[in-house]
């Protein structure tokens, strides 16, 4: 099931390099509607693993385990736990809606365009489902080629700095990874991760070992100060792109902590986590300033994502359940909402060819549906009770309480500082006086656009009124990275407790 799921959407590339013949016109309608059914199948194949997924326990599932390399120890090994079924499922419902979002602000070389766009998902499911140290290496990596063309093509006038800044810094930080997990592999004898996260590296390795892995994820979520890459990749990237950048690809690092960081260097893990509140701190409080004065639309809505990423890091080594579940939390209910808020702007984009926040005020009056739609992910974003934002704020608050005092109380000061922002935004793009010629005609939402918000205003509700439906999903999971976790430091006189 998960390799039909992880390269169905080679077969639709396939599919599309085959049909795609005749004038220009035929070759895009025929692309377009290639890679949007096998999106769409792909996304149905995916709530299958959901419905048969058995919440009970924190076994891996829907395991396919072949021999690779079987002289080197390296296999084909794939699974799904409750905590990467959910990312699965994230991706695979943003990239139908990428490419419905692509339909009409594509217009030049559309089959490569929704091809790269198949193949970035094929290697972003792949990412979460394999379940061997190099494999994962493989699929985390090749993310960067369709993430680098789509930018560097089909982005905007500095698109090739953008792209060749992303590709250099998060290039480095996974080089440093790959040598790290050379290392393991020598130590451990193996690259299967189920068996590395039951393995015990020694004490004096495990810094090394934690700040090589640190290198590479700490690029990808982005913590501060490793994060500059990012509001150029947004700013210059199509809407598209920007939307699979903030909601999946930056889930990667997070994701990375939980696979390798926490379970695999625990004693490492709780002598670093004083340096990640640091930084998670720093990036919540500073990037929220600085979103506060800017003036391009993406850019602005870009340092809003680093900010939200330092509360999963923040989260993710507070190292119990609320703090983890709510990291977690954090980052799909992010996927979702950073993602409407893209294409938000892509919609007014696509009309003027701006997102300069001063080119705009007063669209209420002529795009009320558009308003309204920007008023519930500008809300769910600040983290407005009965949305999702504010399950996973409120778990990862809970969860620095009782660690940090201190630390939870300077979280809390991104609370604050988003509505700031936020409505900063939202004030001078929807109200004031429609004065500007350019705006007296615009038109409000098309049946597409709709088509493209629905589902994301329904999940972004549904996490926000009734989120067990999701936690019950990661909590059997997390409890056993927590208890990982203990074992681990026991065998070393400390225990998370004692922290």
Request: charged fraction near 10%; include cysteine.
């Amino acid at each position: 099931m998960l390799s039909l799921l992880t390269f169905l959407p080679l077969v639709g590339v396939v599919m599309i390099l085959a049909i795609a013949r005749g004038n220009a016109a035929d070759v895009a309608r025929n692309s377009k509607y290639g890679a949007l059914w096998t999106s769409v199948v792909t996304f149905l194949v995916s709530l299958v693993l959901w419905f048969q997924f058995d919440k009970s326990t924190a076994e891996f599932q829907f395991v396919a385990h072949l021999d690779w390399m079987p002289q080197f120890g390296i296999s084909y090994h794939m699974g799904v736990d409750g905590i990467s079924l959910l990312f699965v499922l994230l991706t695979t419902l943003l990239v139908p809606i990428c490419i419905l979002a692509s339909w009409d602000s594509i217009k030049d070389r559309v089959k490569e365009f929704m091809v790269s766009f198949l193949i970035l998902e094929s290697f972003m499911i792949g990412m979460f489902c394999a379940l061997d140290m190099f494999l994962f290496y493989i699929f985390f990596e090749a993310v960067l080629i369709p993430m680098f063309i789509i930018i560097g093509v089909w982005g905007g006038p500095r698109r090739v700095y953008a792209a060749f800044k992303m590709f250099l810094y998060t290039l480095l930080g996974s080089v440093l990874m790959l040598v790290a997990m050379l290392a393991m592999y020598f130590e451990a004898g193996t690259s299967d991760m189920i068996e590395l996260m039951d393995y015990r590296f020694p004490i004096e390795m495990q810094p090394w070992l934690w700040l090589a892995f640190f290198a590479s994820f700490a690029i990808k979520v982005p913590m501060w100060p490793v994060h500059t890459w990012l509001p150029d990749a947004h700013v210059e990237a199509p809407t598209a792109g920007s939307v699979i950048l903030a909601g999946v690809l930056l889930k990667f690092g997070g994701y990375g902590f939980l696979r390798f960081s926490l379970p695999m260097f625990p004693d490492a893990t709780v002598m670093f986590a004083s340096l990640i509140f640091t930084l998670s701190i720093i990036a919540v409080i500073y990037t929220s300033l600085v979103a506060l004065a800017q003036t391009d639309m993406k850019k602005l809505i870009a340092y809003s994502s680093i900010a939200h990423m330092g509360f999963v890091t923040a989260g993710t080594f507070a190292l119990n359940v609320q703090g983890i579940e709510g990291a977690i939390y954090q980052m799909l209910s992010h996927g979702v909402v950073s993602a409407a808020l893209f294409l938000i702007v892509g919609v007014v984009y696509d009309r003027i060819h701006s997102r300069e926040i001063a080119v705009y005020g007063g669209l209420v009056k002529r795009m009320p549906a558009y308003s309204l739609v920007f008023m519930l992910f500008m809300l769910a974003s600040v983290g407005l009770p009965g949305t999702g934002g504010f399950v996973g704020e409120v778990l990862v608050l809970v969860g620095l309480f009782q660690v940090n005092t201190w630390v939870a109380a300077f979280a809390a000061t991104g609370v604050i500082l988003g509505a700031a922002y936020m409505l900063y935004l939202y004030r001078r793009v929807i109200f004031g006086q429609l004065t500007k010629e350019a705006l007296m005609k615009i038109q409000d939402l098309n049946a597409r656009e709709w088509l493209i918000f629905a589902p994301l205003i329904i999940i972004t509700l549904w996490m926000g009124i009734y989120p067990s439906s999701f936690l019950d999903f990661m909590h059997v999971s997390v409890q056993h990275l927590i208890s990982q976790i203990d074992t681990a430091l026991a065998a070393s006189g400390q225990s998370l407790a004692g922290r």
